[in-house]
Nanobody
């Protein structure tokens, strides 16, 4: 069982920056693929960024060049550095942890943290 706790959300003006953190409990954090998703009312949750256990990253086109995902396995924490924020980045940001073994996937979600970007 893995518990995920996000922090770092808040209200920021357009052009500003925020850093989200997601602290994970439990062992073998390093073996999980970690992702950040965001959701706005009335829309599906969308992938913002992910980082594999090996450190490879991938980003949604809308955040490339502005957001950076990273992980610190010693601290069981994944980060999302968000720069040059835009009003359309507003939403609830969720941390997700996935680990797959033959025939099964472990999939955990945090409770979410609100990010609001004012114009």
């Amino acid at each position: 069982q893995v518990q995920l706790v996000e922090s770092g959300g808040g209200l920021v003006q357009a052009g500003g920056s925020l850093r989200l953190s997601c602290a994970a409990s439990g062992s073998i954090f390093s073996s999980y693929r970690m992702s950040w998703y965001r959701q706005v009312p009335g829309k599906q949750r969308e992938l913002v960024a992910l980082i594999t256990s090996g450190g490879s990253t991938n980003y949604a086109d809308s955040v490339k060049g502005r957001f950076t995902i990273s992980r610190d396995n010693a601290k069981n924490t994944v980060y999302l550095q968000m720069n040059s924020l835009k009003p359309e980045d507003t939403g609830v940001y969720y941390c997700n942890a996935v680990r797959s073994i033959p025939g099964f996937s472990y999939d955990y979600w945090g409770q979410g943290t609100q990010v609001t970007v004012s114009s």
